[in-house]
């Protein structure tokens, strides 16, 4: 065999070669998107399985009320839009999006899957979030009986440390009373409302319960001391300052430029305002208003004191 003949055989040969390896290529690259799409097909059929039909039905032996019932009503039509228009619309979707890799439009393809991809984690949200919502129900009376139970301890607590220091709290009393009597009502409420599976109700009433505990334990730790301030610390204050005030007026002090008695006026005022805020369960800024007039006070008899010294040092 001469050489050009061999040159032909070899290149004859690589050819050959060549177009095995690109057909391989195709085949493979085709393999890739296929098992891609597979992929896909198999994500959306979880979308919309077990889990969701399975919550649907709980809810089902749980509705006795009409509330609970419109509940599962608009779950129910959710639950179709899903299946029957994005899911359908996604199956058409992927399936000419396979079409198109059989003719290997492959640039078309990976444009179509970015958007499989994107409608799929959309739809995913969009299940989860449902799923999530019915449970809500479903798994209702046991999450709410943990944190009822829980706020029935922080509730005792409060209710104990009131009692035990019940003068601390002075004219807040008899509101405190009316508050405590209040949220044991709503414990009474959730205990029917449980016997009813009134499980809308019994949210309600469980962020009510938790909102009134909160505030009540914050009120219950915070007051007395502003109740001490208010009727007790200031007053006497006042008391010690007009006192204070007379004989040094009577004794020739000449005090005007401190405007004591417009601002024991505008005190009483503030601290009774602040007190009818109190018996309302309003805290507010109580304990910075209350701690600026014990400063202003403490200002005061410290100016006295340099009036009296001034004094001493003219004689």
């Known amino acids: ?38 992929k ?19 809810v089902r032996e749980l509705v006795k009320t009409d509330i609970l019932k419109e509940k599962l009503k608009e779950w129910d039509n959710t639950f179709k839009e899903i299946k029957e228009n994005k899911i359908d619309g996604l199956t ?38 449902l799923i999530e919502e019915i449970r809500v129900i479903t798994k209702s009376e046991e999450r709410n009986r943990n944190i009822v139970t829980k ?13 035990r220091n019940i003068k601390d709290y002075g004219p807040l009393q008899d509101n405190i009373k009316e508050k405590l009597s209040y949220i044991d009502k709503l414990f009474r409420k959730f205990e029917t409302f449980m016997d009813r599976n ?10 009510s319960l938790e909102t009134e505990v909160k505030n009540m334990k914050v009120y ?24 204070m005030y007379y ?36 805290i507010g800024d109580a304990h910075i208003e209350l701690k600026t007039m014990l400063d202003y006070f403490n200002t005061l008899f410290s100016n006295f004191d340099k009036e009296r010294e001034a004094k001493d040092l003219f004689k």
């Open 92 to 129: 058409d979707f992927i399936t000419e999006t396979d079409f198109l890799i059989d003719r290997k439009e492959y640039d078309k393809a990976l444009k179509n899957i970015a958007l499989i991809e994107m409608n799929i984690e959309i739809i995913r949200s969009q299940t989860n979030e």
């Open 1 to 38: 065999m001469d050489k050009k003949m061999i040159f032909i055989v070899i290149s004859l040969l690589l050819f050959i070669v060549l177009i095995i390896s690109f057909a391989i290529y195709k085949k493979k690259k085709k393999e890739k998107y296929k098992s891609i799409i597979e």
């Open 247 to 282: 004989r040094m007026t009577r004794d020739g002090y000449s005090l005007d430029y401190l405007n004591i008695e417009y601002n024991i006026k505008e005190i009483k005022t503030k601290v009774s305002e602040i007190v009818d805020n109190l018996i309302k369960f309003e």
């Open 151 to 163: 706020l029935k301890v922080s509730y005792r607590e409060i209710e104990n440390k009131f009692e």
């Open 220 to 243: 219950i730790d915070e007051t007395p001391y502003l109740v001490l301030m208010a009727t007790v610390l200031i007053p006497g204050k006042i008391e010690e300052l007009n006192t």
């Open 40 to 58: 896909l097909e198999y994500e959306k059929n979880q979308l919309v399985g077990v889990p969701i039909l399975t919550e649907l039905s709980k």
């Open 198 to 207: 009134d499980y809308i109700g019994v949210e309600e009433v469980v962020i």
